[in-house]
């Protein structure tokens, strides 16, 4: 450190050795301010201009800041341009800095937390129809583990897989970051490495005993070594990223892959399930399909398209739901009605829970549990019930005395800030109702004071002003500044400005301090009832997440049957042989983008069988190969995630895996041109798919010459159809 360093650098430099590579958001006053490195950065990424401070070793200071009140708009920027903020905050008051250390004590800060992509919880930070996703990876043993955590609701799931498929897990959990221990040669490029003690499977019991309070783990599930050591660096990076304090994390799920439809990272790609070739929602089957009217349930209809199911009854208990939805329209259309209005509660509780919460948080769970029970009231009455909304209708209700509870003690629209007070209802605490009624009595003297002051100094334009500095203050154009300048006026000169002077008075302090003083006391009070109802939502938190869960799952059925009646589109038959057979299939995508140009897709029918399971498909350039050959393999997801498709019948074998091997690309970062990309794709086919997958193959062979890819088509076609003997096209 050069010599001449000041102490507010010194501390800066402390701060910044622990930030890391992360951008540091150093507090000063109302700005955050960064310096050096960081501000060059920064600057370039918020377009905000680059300015200097003093000198460090005789060079300029580069500078940039951003605004506290506006803080959240420029990380959001951050965020999405790939940084990670290092939030250094003010943790005492000027006058406590004073006291600990004089008159020229330096303000003590610290970093209250890390911002990254993967431990959002702000609600201008995240997309509200997009989960957020941080996951662990490591491995133990020849075993891949990995544990993935939605901080903004809580949801954990915990997995393991084969070292060679830890692409397909990733792109299946779309995580926004991904962890992993230092030094290990399978971590994801884009992985960030921590230290590998902090990857242990004792380590991961210890912690998931520790966040639920528990004294063994056999209730939540079977979770292997390799589950338990990415666990153990999940909630270690969470606890550094959270300075101690943990968001909102449910009891973790054991994510079993044999039930679920295996998907590699090249079908999710070629197949455009949840983003389209060019890297956005619109063009996508989710995009297509989406008629929810929740985030929640958008964020779960998401999931269900990333990880189609393999177990009938499953299946059938989602497609039985999506009927009862559809075969009533009156129903369908009050129960969206009901879910639209509904505010996004899974979230508001994981702002509660990680410490980040409001007062208007606290009314959106208060106004989203009473209208969850109102669906449940609404849905009990029917009769036919299916299975799956019996077992989801008692999670919806059961918090009847916490709704009671929010709904006497907050106003009905809380503000977002709980700093200025005023989200307490009146009636709910006599003594704060009366601490109010004294600071109202007292502003109401004043206007009062203002009016006699008016009078009695036959000064018309006389004002009562109050600002941050000198509290309350008589205020009078600066020519009539002299008449209250004399001695026997009864006003105090406070400060003399260009065109006006200000003054004090006895009766105006006595009044000002008796505002003051209530309201500290109210603003405590008001404080005080704030942990109160938050340590009732903290002991109901897995209670509220269930209700969260069952309303997205309740909107994704609805919006499921409301897409299925828009686009006439059937009930698929779930069997367990390995027929695939559709009737007037379409591809939703390219249907949906055809009737907004008024024209017509031509449906087209498929059938496959254990003697007739292999389909080449042939036809002039356009002729609508490549997309028969997706739409089949859109229907198969779709029926298996539990949704109606776009066809007049479907009757469709479980499938194990999808394989989707179409359209040219090269990866030349990773040196693999068009040619090799496709073999390598190919290869992952040909070791992989089972009697019970379904692939689809488009032009084969294609980057070298004629008879060479007539080859290895040929040679592909005979062991698909030979060997793996599954279902293609």
């Not at 003590?108 to 431990?119: E, L, M, W």
């Not at 208007?360 to 299916?386: F, K, N, V, Y």
């Not at 709980?418 to 989200?423: D, E, L, M, S």
């Not at 109050?466 to 008449?483: K, M, Q, S, T, W």
């Amino acid at each position: 450190m050069a010599g001449g360093t000041t102490p507010m650098m010194e501390q800066y430099f402390d701060l910044k050795r622990e930030a890391g590579d992360c951008l540091l958001f150093y507090r000063m006053g109302d700005f955050f301010e960064l310096f050096f490195e960081d501000a060059r950065q920064a600057a370039g990424v918020l377009d905000i201009a680059l300015t200097s401070r003093g000198e460090h070793d005789g060079q300029p200071v580069p500078m940039c800041g951003v605004p506290v009140h506006a803080a959240e708009g420029y990380l959001a920027r951050l965020i999405r341009a790939g940084c990670r903020v290092a939030i250094a905050d003010q943790v005492e008051t000027p006058e406590e800095a004073k006291k600990r250390g004089g008159s020229k004590a330096l303000v003590r800060r610290d970093i209250v937390r890390f911002v990254t992509a993967g431990t959002l919880t702000e609600e201008a930070l995240l997309e509200p129809r997009r989960a957020n996703m941080l996951a662990a990876v490591c491995e133990v043993r020849g075993t891949v583990g990995i544990a993935a955590c939605d901080i903004s609701t809580g949801r954990m799931e915990l997995e393991e897989c084969p070292p060679e498929r830890i692409g397909a897990a990733l792109a299946r959990i779309g995580a926004s970051e991904v962890v992993a221990p230092e030094e290990w040669e399978l971590a994801p490029e884009e992985a960030i490495m921590r230290a590998r003690s902090t990857f242990s499977s004792d380590g991961g019991t210890t912690a998931l005993k520790r966040v639920h309070g528990v004294a063994t783990l056999d209730g939540f599930g079977n979770f292997s070594r390799a589950m338990l050591a990415a666990a153990s660096g999940l909630i270690a990076y969470l606890e550094h990223v959270g300075r101690g304090r943990l968001p909102l994390l449910l009891p973790p799920v054991a994510c079993d892959g044999a039930r679920q439809l295996a998907m590699d990272e090249a079908t999710r790609a070629s197949l455009e399930i949840l983003a389209a070739q060019g890297g956005g929602r619109a063009g996508s089957l989710l995009a297509t399909l989406d008629r929810c009217v929740t985030g929640a349930g958008a964020r779960q209809l998401a999931a269900d398209l990333s990880a189609p199911l393999t177990d009938r009854a499953a299946i059938h208990a989602r497609l039985a739901l999506v009927q009862f939805v559809h075969d009533d329209p009156l129903l369908r259309a009050d129960l969206r009605d009901i879910l639209r209005h509904l505010p996004d509660i899974g979230r508001a509780l994981g702002r509660i829970v990680a410490g980040r919460g409001s007062p208007r948080d606290l009314g959106q769970l208060r106004d989203g549990l009473a209208e969850a029970r109102r669906i449940r009231d609404h849905l009990q009455t029917r009769p036919d019930r299916p299975a799956l909304l019996d077992a989801l209708l008692p999670l919806m209700g059961g918090h009847g005395a916490l709704v009671d509870l929010l709904s006497r003690a907050l106003v009905p629209s809380p503000p977002t800030e709980r700093g200025q007070g005023g989200f307490i209802a009146e009636g709910y605490d006599a003594a704060l109702d009366e601490l109010r009624q004294v600071s109202g009595s007292a502003r109401r003297a004043i206007a009062a004071l203002e009016t006699r002051y008016r009078e009695e100094t036959g000064i018309s334009t006389l004002k009562i002003r109050h600002n941050g500095v000198l509290g309350y203050f008589i205020e009078v154009p600066a020519r009539h500044g002299d008449r209250l300048m004399a001695a026997d006026s009864g006003f105090t000169h406070r400060q003399t400005m260009a065109n006006a002077v200000r003054f004090n008075s006895l009766v105006l302090h006595e009044e000002a301090s008796r505002i003051a003083e209530a309201g500290g006391h109210a603003l405590a009070a008001e404080e005080a009832h704030f942990e109160e109802l938050v340590a009732q939502v903290m002991a109901a938190r897995e209670a509220i997440a269930a209700t969260a869960d069952a309303i997205a799952r309740i909107d994704v059925a609805a919006g499921l049957a409301e897409r299925a009646a828009e686009g006439d589109w059937c009930r698929p038959e779930i069997t367990e042989d390995r027929r695939l057979v559709i009737e007037g299939g379409r591809h939703p995508v390219v249907e949906q983008a055809l009737a907004s140009s008024g024209e017509r897709f031509v449906a087209n029918d498929c059938r496959l069988s254990d003697n007739d399971r292999l389909w080449l498909v042939g036809g002039p350039n356009m002729g609508g190969k490549s997309t028969f050959l997706r739409q089949n393999a859109l229907i198969v997801l779709l029926a298996q995630a539990g949704s109606y498709v776009p066809a007049m019948r479907a009757e469709i074998g479980l499938v194990d895996r999808l394989f989707s091997r179409v359209g040219a690309a090269d990866n030349l970062a990773r040196g693999r041109s068009t040619f090799m990309v496709e073999m390598v794709e190919t290869a992952a086919i040909l070791a992989q798919a089972s009697e019970r997958s379904f692939v689809i193959l488009d032009e084969v062979g294609r980057g070298t010459s004629t008879y060479d890819g007539l080859a290895l088509a040929w040679a592909v076609v005979e062991a698909v159809h030979g060997r793996n003997r599954c279902r293609c096209l």
